[in-house]
């Protein structure tokens, strides 16, 4: 069976950048009907967005908008908003990520689209949530980090708070909202109404930092983080601090150095110290005599000295790769893995095969590579294609909404469309 699951769902998708996109692009591999909706004079600008082959478009976009179709039209035109509002008439979900206010400018505010389509379901992204006092600013990634207490816990103790590579106010914002419009999916099925699901990306962030705050609220009635590198030695003031690789959770854990780590920066392994397994992890790193060890025994004895374990761990992992390291740790059922570059990744047979990267051959482009679904289903495959040209699909929209070649070509001659 490859039924796509959403298959006759009609999105709309007027985002751009990564937080709406990434949104969208998994609706899309899902089997919605995307179309997204351009400027016409450039499109999303991650089309143009640090380039690598002159004249197409860039892998930031292509990696966020595969499997849809691309509508280029000028909504600020009247002919650009009837075509609009025709398409918000028959559509099941519609999509944005623009700037506090840009909908309502457009004449597109949530009560206008909500009168014309009472069944379509509302997505909308936007930096911090409607009772925020900053809810008016415009928020990248980064921003979104900030204030979401990501960079204030990311770090090593003596350096500034840094934010991740990982796409945490982004994608990760736009994975938030596939789970409110495919909820929102669900209602309407009860209800028969659309509704607006709003996520804001520093809230977003902050479901992901829940970890933290639990450690905020432990630090308050405690004053200490046992699991943390500050403790028992260092201090802590009334703020979680940032803990380098430590753990975060009941397991202490470290990245360590392995053979070839003086040339290569990422000959490197994550261990964890399980708590139950501790006689296996002794056996695994060769010393068996801590077992029983009363200054090792219990997590709660080995605390005060985690750093002197881990120190004697990278003695042991001095003469091996990370992957040998890793190996053998799995047969001790240690918690570990090796850190992986990019590179590694993009080569690695195993993703490929299970379609977590995957190869995209794309008629100007060429072959390249883009992440696939990271969720699995036993009766559905997603299949990957390419992103589309901007205003691939003009022609092809505005003749099924009716529109006649004259028409298209007198809009197209005007601007209030692009096509190909
Ligand atoms: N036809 C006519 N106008 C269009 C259009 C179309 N098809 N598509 C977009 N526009 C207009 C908008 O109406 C807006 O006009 P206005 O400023 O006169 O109201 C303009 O294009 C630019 O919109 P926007 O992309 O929102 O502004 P920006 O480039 O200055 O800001 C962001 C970009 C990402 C900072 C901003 O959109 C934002 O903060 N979004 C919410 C949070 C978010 O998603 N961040 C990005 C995460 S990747």
């Not at 966020?64 to 025709?86: C, D, F, V």
């Not at 659309?194 to 520093?202: A, E, L, R, T």
């Not at 040998?324 to 059922?333: F, G, P, T, W």
Request: net charge negative; proline share 5%.
């Amino acid at each position: 069976m490859n039924t796509s699951p959403l298959a006759g769902i009609k999105i709309i998708d007027f985002t751009g950048v990564q937080a709406g996109p990434a949104c969208t692009q998994m609706l899309a591999w899902f089997g919605a009907d995307v179309l997204k909706v351009e400027r016409v004079t450039s499109g999303d600008v991650t089309r143009h967005q640090l380039r690598d082959i002159p004249g197409i478009d860039a892998l930031y976009f292509t990696m966020l908008n595969s499997n849809k179709r691309s509508l280029a039209i000028n909504i600020k035109t009247p002919q650009g908003l009837e075509i609009m509002e025709k398409l918000i008439k028959d559509a099941d979900i519609l999509v944005e990520n623009f700037a506090p206010g840009a909908m309502d400018r457009m004449g597109l505010s949530w009560q206008h689209i909500h009168e014309l389509n009472p069944r379509l379901i509302f997505g909308s992204v936007k930096g911090f949530n409607e009772q925020s006092p900053w809810k008016d600013l415009k928020v990248y990634e980064n921003v979104a980090q900030c204030a979401g207490g990501a960079a204030s816990t990311t770090g090593f103790w003596d350096g500034p708070p840094t934010v991740s590579a990982a796409a945490l106010g982004d994608s990760n914002t736009g994975m938030h909202l596939v789970i409110g419009l495919l909820t929102a999916l669900l209602a309407r099925e009860k209800t028969g109404a659309g509704q607006k699901v709003s996520v804001s990306m520093q809230d977003a962030v902050i479901n992901l930092c829940r970890v933290k705050l639990r450690d905020q609220e432990r630090l308050e009635r405690v004053g200490y983080l046992e699991e943390y590198p500050q403790y028992p030695n260092g201090t802590f003031g009334d703020t979680v601090p940032r803990s380098g690789n430590a753990g975060g959770g009941g397991q202490p854990g470290w990245v360590l150095k392995c053979k070839g780590w003086e040339n290569d920066p990422n000959a490197y392994i994550y261990f964890t110290i399980q708590e139950q397994n501790w006689a296996n992890t002794c056996q695994a790193i060769g010393k068996p005599e801590w077992t029983d060890d009363p200054a090792y025994t219990t997590a709660k004895a080995r605390q005060p000295h985690l750093f002197d374990i881990f120190a004697e761990i990278e003695k042991w992992l001095a003469d091996k790769t990370k992957y040998e390291a890793v190996d053998i740790l799995r047969k001790y059922e240690v918690p570990s893995a090796p850190v992986l570059s990019m590179k590694e990744i993009a080569h690695d047979p195993a993703l490929r095969a299970s379609s977590t990267v995957v190869e995209v051959d794309e008629e100007k482009r060429g072959k390249y590579l883009t992440v696939g679904s990271p969720i699995k289903f036993s009766d559905y495959v997603p299949t990957i294609t390419g992103a589309p040209l901007l205003g691939e699909h003009t022609n092809q929209v505005l003749t099924d909404l009716g529109y006649t070649a004259d028409q298209i070509a007198q809009m197209a001659a005007a601007e209030v469309i692009r096509n190909q």
